[in-house]
């Protein structure tokens, strides 16, 4: 690992983090550092992972020392500095200017950043791209219950601005409120402006369908701003939990040009560079794809990517340490990516997808980010067991089997 010429540098202690630290460990071999606010899984005791805990994390100050502290461990290496989670993206990117100088942020500037991160204007910038996305109504605080909207239940309600959303600390909030009545719908904006929440709020009509209506679509610009790889995946099932309401489950890649082709537009009119993740739904009323946000940033399923033959650590790697150029690549072989069990993967899909799945379990084209080979001692097995055994009983408990 010493003729390395980058250390890898992760802010966050998720999937998110575990996910890329694989990609990087198997692609170099290297071990990433890692900071995190609590000693938690995946990331705590992974042998993959160098993993710090820095109670406050989330703040520009911890954020800029922990940059400076792993430079200066690697002052002849370029650090690769990669935030997880939005507000770190947030922190990456208005405090790149401010890191050492063999620091590499490969971000966009603060100002654009706040600009998408924040729903309310992404959807204004869907508009102006020509890229669908559901009736929306942005709600402020002022307008209480004094206001109408025009579709009926079931509602959704989610926030404009999700970092300032989750730094009210009041883990009763969820995700995604998916209302059934208006009252519900009343109760909900209520909870959460309770809670401290300062901003708009995001409520749009429902699309229907399950969650195999689901698309998530991973981008990576490099520095010029140009999309290199676009790698579609449509999600078969997510999590239903209060709190993990929306997160991917079951993935199978897949290839769309059209929707490709128009997202990247979008993002080399913006000069993107870096990660981007657009979450997107088929609305079948209309036979068109429906952009919910964008991350920017890989998402905390990212090992799909990975799994479908694109590292994204070399993806990296490649563009911003060597300065090469990338060629432009549409990912359209097919792939699985579980983040649970076999049995829970196969009882909460719909069975017109059990073939293939099958076929690529057979053929070595399955993935679960957590199940690696080089990060496999006793202990790290059976914590991953233990997360198997979770995931069969939160999906037990929040999910429906498909009627089939």
Known sequence: MSELSFQPLLFGG????????RAFHEAYGVKSIAYGRYPSFPCHGSAIIDYRVCADNESADAFRKNVAQVCKEFPDKKVLVMGCGDSYVQLAAHCKDQLPENAIAPYID????????????????????????????????????????????PYIAKPADSVAYWACGVHELAKVYICQSWEELLAALDQVYAAGYPDHMVLQE?????????????????????VKLMCLGHVLLEEHSPHGIGNHAVILTEHDE?????????LENLHFTGFSNFDI???QRDGKYKAFEINCRQGRSNYYVTGSGHNI????????????????EITKNRSLWRMVPKKVAFDFTPKKYHQEMKSLIRAGADHHSLVYEGDASLKRRLRVWKNHLGNMKRFEKYNKKPQE
């Open 14 to 21: 998720d999937i998110n983090v575990y996910s890329v630290a």
């Open 110 to 153: 603060g100002e654009l950043l706040d600009t998408l991160i924040n729903k309310e204007k992404f959807y204004a910038l869907c508009d102006q791209h020509g890229i669908d996305h559901p009736a929306t109504f942005i709600y402020d605080k002022s307008m209480g219950h004094d206001f109408t909207l025009p579709w009926g239940p």
């Open 206 to 226: 429902f699309i229907p369908g399950d969650d195999t209506y689901m698309r998530v679509l991973t981008n990576y610009s490099d520095r010029n701003g140009k």
């Open 258 to 266: 059209e929707l490709s082709q128009k997202i990247k537009g979008l």
């Open 281 to 283: 739904k088929y609305d």
């Open 313 to 328: 650590a070399k993806l990296v790697v490649e563009d911003r340490v060597e300065e090469k150029e990338l060629p432009f």
